[in-house]
């Protein structure tokens, strides 16, 4: 069984779509043990309690120093044992150190077509205002294995959705994450939990 630790910052959509999919079959061989958010107030933390998954909150404000909180949150992360640690929306730099200890083992979803519309500064609706400035008419999702840049990692899934004439960036950002990141994020783990990747 694989131990998932899923990572979140704000609503948790997508934490709510891989949590369906184990509870429907979609997913197999593996849980979820425990979720953590940089923010207290995340609704997604709400999400994991509703199912009596452990939800921990590991703020920035609560520490002196980025160097503490990095240690909080990589001991947090520890303290779950996982074999899988999945970021579903957590906007926060992970710490090298993290990143070095999970190699292969940390995967993100991110909403658009990777390489377009990716790296710093693009997260959440701010990707969608700018698939919408730029004009494009296909954008998408893409889940990926994290490495120590940023969306730069292995790509392990992709999926496109169509660009409609009078999108605005919520109303693209809300298809995007129905048609797409909803369904390879799951798909993704499930892969990952069966080796079949
Ligand atoms: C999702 O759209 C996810 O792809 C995005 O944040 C949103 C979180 O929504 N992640 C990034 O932009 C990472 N660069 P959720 O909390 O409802 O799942």
């Known amino acids: 069984m694989l131990r998932i630790c899923v990572c979140v910052s704000g609503g948790g959509t997508n934490l709510q779509a891989v ?11 593996a849980q979820i043990v425990r979720v953590i958010s940089n923010n207290r107030g995340a609704y997604a933390l709400e999400r994991a309690k509703s199912r009596g998954i452990d939800a921990a909150a590991v703020s920035p404000k609560d ?24 970021l579903a ?4 730099v992970l710490p090298p150190m993290m990143i070095k200890k999970y190699e292969g083992r940390i995967i993100n979803i991110h ?15 701010k990707v969608h205002e700018a698939v919408l400035a ?11 294995f994290v490495d120590e840049g940023t969306d730069t990692g292995p790509i392990i899934l992709q999926k496109a959705v ?11 950002q809300q298809r995007v994450m129905e048609q797409a990141e909803w369904v390879i994020l799951p798909q993704a783990i ?4 069966n080796g079949l990747l």
Do not use: Q, W
């Open 190 to 193: 499930h892969i990952i939990a």
């Open 19 to 29: 949590m369906d999919a184990i509870d429907t079959g979609k997913i197999t061989n």
């Open 89 to 92: 929306g957590f906007l926060v």
């Open 111 to 125: 909403p658009s077509l990777i390489p377009s519309f990716c790296g710093k500064g693009f997260y959440g609706l």
């Open 134 to 144: 730029r004009g494009v008419k296909i954008t998408g999702a893409t889940v990926h």
């Open 63 to 86: 520490y002196e120093d980025r160097e503490c909180f990095n240690e909080a949150l990589l001991a947090c992360v520890d303290g779950a044992e996982p074999d899988l640690v999945v």
């Open 162 to 172: 169509e660009v409609l004439p009078d999108d605005t960036p919520r109303v693209l």
